[in-house]
């Protein structure tokens, strides 16, 4: 089972700062990883697939980088809907299973 | 745009069989489409449960399999979640999920409170 470890757990940050969130893998992933926002009560909303691609309509101060085990999600400039968490997910090690790392909050400073 | 849409009992007795229903609309569920389902226990992180293809073809997480039934009805473009013998550590929002063949989750449903209580 590929283990995914997300560093920090939580992330304070001021309106306009940039944020960095990161994401490793127990196992390379290739490119195979996304990038999730989720607001309290509802669900997640995807960001990011294939490490860098930006999913329809998502702004473009959001980046991703990174492959193997490593990757970074960037927020440019935070705005006030930014504040949230944000999850990575495999999908490398499919079938069998997808799975989520652990979940970073971003939380005003 | 495809929207899901879970129903099902809000509150299952421990032992018993947890089972919830995504609706499939504006799109087929025979679409190129895996339709999946992920938990997430209050204050917790997500959990993939597992997918169903139109055809039958499931997939499901290891740590669940043995209790875990995903079916499909076409004649309802609906999918379904059985999830057998649960206890407390069951109780989760249950989202029902879109995902593109070789692709992964892109869209949710707004999700649904299953309470594993006596």
């Known amino acids: 089972e590929i283990v995914m470890t997300q560093s920090p757990a939580t992330l304070s940050v001021s309106p306009g700062e940039r944020a960095t969130l990161s994401c490793r893998a127990s196992q390379s992933l290739g490119s195979n990883l996304a990038w999730y926002q989720q607001k309290p009560g509802q669900a997640p909303r995807l960001l990011i697939y294939g490490a860098s691609t930006r999913a329809t309509g998502i702004p473009a101060r959001f980046s991703g980088s990174g492959s193997g085990t490593e990757f970074t999600l960037t927020i440019s400039s935070l705005q006030s809907e930014d504040f949230a968490v944000y999850y990575c997910?495999?999908?490398?090690?499919?079938?069998?299973?997808?799975?989520f790392g652990g979940g970073t909050k971003v939380e005003i400073k | 745009q495809v929207q899901l849409q879970e129903s099902g009992p809000g509150l299952v007795k421990p032992s018993g069989t947890l089972s919830l229903t995504c609706a499939v609309s504006g799109g087929s569920i025979s679409s190129n489409n895996w339709w999946s389902w992920v938990r997430q226990p209050p204050g917790k992180g997500l959990e993939w449960i597992g997918e169903i293809y139109h055809s039958g073809s499931t997939n499901y997480n290891p740590s669940l399999k043995s209790r875990v039934t995903i079916s499909v009805d076409k004649s309802k473009n609906q999918f379904s979640l059985k999830l057998s013998s649960v206890t407390a550590a069951d109780t989760a929002v249950y989202f029902c999920a879109r995902k593109p063949m070789g692709a992964t989750i892109a869209s949710w449903g707004q999700g649904t409170l299953v309470t594993v209580s006596s």
């Open positions: 997910q495999q999908y490398n090690n499919w079938p069998p299973s997808l799975t």
